[in-house]
């Protein structure tokens, strides 16, 4: 299977630069999995899709401010660094700019608060640092950093929340769960009044979501590695709503990864928490998600490979070119669909 059967064509000007507002006002494409036939409408109608009984799966992780500037001591050179992933205590991967002026024992001021010294530099060029400072760290990252938003977005996040979803609570994330930003408290209150339950597992993103498969051959590619866990709670409503004849439907490609890498193959969650480097392409078996709700994504990247799995490939290619031909808005903060 070849990278380049999941490409297809995109208006730059169809890349959504900022959130809509309000968040439940984003288009919704409804795609019939068996038919493949397609329904136009807004999210805020999303119950209308969904029975009493099914069982919405919802990532929780919450992005930080994860990109922060300072100046590298005793040379004043301006650094950046983008927290990748937390390791122990005061001690982070990062990605670093610029890379040949920050080696190993180099000490970088971002405030008065908060300094960073390199401990080894990697094989990939990301850096282990550890981080001295005073006070509460995530509050100072709060205060001096930057949301890390994907290189395709090139306007400025005028309020940091809306990279994040309204239901966010794990800290740990470096890009956001965005299948889940269309979420408002009204969506919530409809889908409860209906009788459709909600469960939260956690999958913090990391920067590999973004990077491109490279290999001609998408077997070859290697996956990015990421953390998840899954409470008592939702592997027990899981059970229930598939006992029940209830559809588990995933929001979000991370909340689909996450499932399907806690299955067994019979389609039981065990609760607990593990990492996952799973990667779902077409003739991918799913073992637990019923429904995805997800947003558009980039030509060529796992994330249209899950989607494709999930729908098949060619019905995945036309729902994109009918988005693109209605003018749907695309990636991160774009439109969203649902497929039952």
Not at 105 to 120: H, K, M, P, Q
Not at 221 to 229: A, F, L, Q, T, W
Not at 293 to 305: D, K, W
Request: aromatic content about 10%; glycine content about 8%; overall charge negative.
């Amino acid at each position: 299977m070849q990278r380049s059967d999941f490409y297809y064509d995109l208006p730059e000007e169809l890349i959504a630069q900022t959130p809509i507002e309000p968040r439940d006002s984003s288009r919704l494409m409804k795609i019939d999995r068996e038919s493949g036939e397609i329904t136009h409408d807004r999210f805020y109608n999303l119950c209308s899709y969904l029975r009493k009984g099914d069982l919405l799966v919802l990532n929780d992780s919450k992005v930080f401010p994860a990109r922060i500037y300072g100046v590298k001591q005793g040379t004043g050179v301006p650094a950046e660094f983008l927290l990748l992933k937390h390791l122990e205590l005061d001690t982070w991967e990062v990605i670093v700019r610029p890379g040949r002026r920050l080696k190993k024992g180099a000490r970088v001021d971002f405030s008065e608060e908060l300094t960073a010294e390199i401990i080894e530099v990697k094989d990939d060029g990301n850096r282990i640092v550890k981080f001295t400072y005073n006070g509460v760290f995530y509050d100072i990252l709060d205060r001096i950093g930057q949301m890390p938003l994907p290189p395709y977005i090139k306007e400025k996040l005028k309020d940091k929340d809306r990279y994040n979803t309204v239901y966010c609570r794990e800290e740990g994330s470096a890009a956001a769960p965005t299948a889940g930003l269309h979420f408002t408290e009204n969506v919530f209150r409809s889908l409860a009044d209906k009788g459709i339950d909600t469960a939260y597992v956690t999958l913090h993103v990391g920067l590999g979501t973004f990077r491109p498969v490279k290999e001609d051959n998408i077997l070859h590619h290697k996956m990015h590695i990421e953390h998840y866990s899954i409470p008592p709670e939702t592997a027990e409503k899981i059970k229930q709503c598939k006992q029940n004849g209830g559809r588990v439907i995933a929001v979000g490609t991370t909340s689909c990864r996450t499932l399907e890498s806690a299955a067994d193959e019979s389609g039981n969650i065990t609760s607990g928490s593990a990492d996952t480097g799973i990667f779902i392409y077409p003739g991918y078996k799913f073992k637990v998600t019923d429904g995805l709700i997800t947003n558009f994504h980039l030509p060529e990247s796992t994330l249209i490979m899950l989607v494709s799995a999930f729908l098949g490939r060619e019905r995945t290619l036309a729902a994109y070119e009918e988005a693109i031909r209605e003018r749907y808005r695309f990636f991160s903060f774009g439109d969203s669909m649902i497929i039952l």
